[in-house]
C-alpha cells in the first residue's frame, strides 16, 4: 500500500521484515517469500536504489523460473521488472531479450488483445525506440493502440501511454503533421484519467507542444509548453 501511494522509503523496512519472516516459517523459495522479495526489489527500485534491487530481482527470476515454471504470471512479470530496471539503468542490449520473452510467453497463453499482453507489447516497443529501431517500435506501437482501441473505445489511462509513444516517434522521424492527432489523444485520455497537476499531463502537454511548433502551430504550443512548467 505504501509502495502504491509513492512511500517506498517507508515500504522499505517493511518489506525487509517481511523477506525475513517468509524466509524463517516458509522457506527461501516459498512462493509468498519470493513475492516479498520482488515487493523489496520494488520499494528499492522507486529509490533509485538500482544496483541493490537488481540481485533481488534475478535472484526472484531464477527462483520463480524453476519452481512455478518460465510462463506463470508471476516469473513473467518479475522478468518484466527486471527489465525495466535494466532499460533504466541504459542496459538496452540485456533488456530486450527479457522483454521479448516476457511479451511472446504472454501472447501465448493469454492471447494477443490480453491486457497484460498489450502493456508487455508497449514495454518492448518503448525499448526498440530508445534502441533506434524504429520500425519494428512503430509496429508495435500501432498494434497495442487499434487493439486498445477495439476494447477501450472511449479510452483508458494505461492506453495513453501507447499513444503518446508513437505520436513522440512520429515526431521522432521528422513525422511531426502524422503525430499530432495522437499525442492530442494521449493528452485527452491523461486529462480524463488522472487528477489535475499530475506530471504525466505535463509530459502529455509538453510533447504535444513540441509537436505543434514542429508543424509552425506556434499559438497552440504555446499555452500547452507554458503549462507544462508550471509547478
Not at 537488481?54 to 522478468?79: C, D, F, I, K, S
Not at 501472447?107 to 533506434?132: C, D, F, M, V, W
Not at 508513437?166 to 489523444?185: C, M, Q, T, W
Amino acid at each position: 500500500m505504501l509502495l502504491a501511494r509513492g512511500r517506498p522509503a517507508e515500504a522499505e523496512p517493511l518489506f525487509r521484515q517481511a523477506v525475513e519472516t517468509a524466509r524463517q516459517i516458509l522457506g527461501a523459495e516459498h512462493p509468498d517469500t519470493l513475492t516479498s522479495v520482488n515487493n523489496l526489489a520494488s520499494a528499492l527500485r522507486a529509490r533509485g536504489r538500482l544496483d541493490d534491487a537488481a540481485p533481488l530481482y534475478r535472484q526472484t527470476l531464477e527462483v520463480r523460473q524453476r519452481v512455478l515454471g518460465p510462463e506463470h504470471l508471476h516469473t513473467l512479470a518479475t522478468m518484466n521488472n527486471l527489465a525495466g530496471l535494466l532499460q533504466t539503468q541504459r542496459k538496452l542490449d540485456e533488456a530486450e531479450p527479457l522483454l521479448r520473452q516476457s511479451f511472446e510467453a504472454l501472447h501465448r497463453t493469454l492471447g494477443p488483445k490480453h491486457i497484460y499482453t498489450l502493456s508487455a507489447q508497449n514495454n518492448l516497443a518503448y525499448l526498440l525506440q530508445e534502441q533506434k529501431k524504429t520500425p519494428d517500435a512503430e509496429r508495435l506501437f500501432r498494434e497495442v493502440v487499434h487493439l486498445g482501441r477495439e476494447q477501450f473505445p472511449q479510452g483508458a489511462g494505461w492506453l495513453a501511454d501507447s499513444v503518446i509513444g508513437l505520436g513522440s516517434l512520429l515526431v521522432d522521424s521528422g513525422r511531426a503533421k502524422e503525430a499530432e492527432p495522437f499525442l492530442r489523444e494521449g493528452l485527452d485520455i491523461r486529462r480524463r484519467t488522472l487528477p489535475r497537476g499530475h506530471p504525466n499531463i505535463a509530459d502529455a502537454e509538453s510533447r504535444l507542444g513540441a509537436c505543434l511548433t514542429a508543424i509552425g502551430n506556434y499559438a497552440d504550443a504555446e499555452p500547452l509548453l507554458i503549462n507544462a512548467l508550471k509547478p
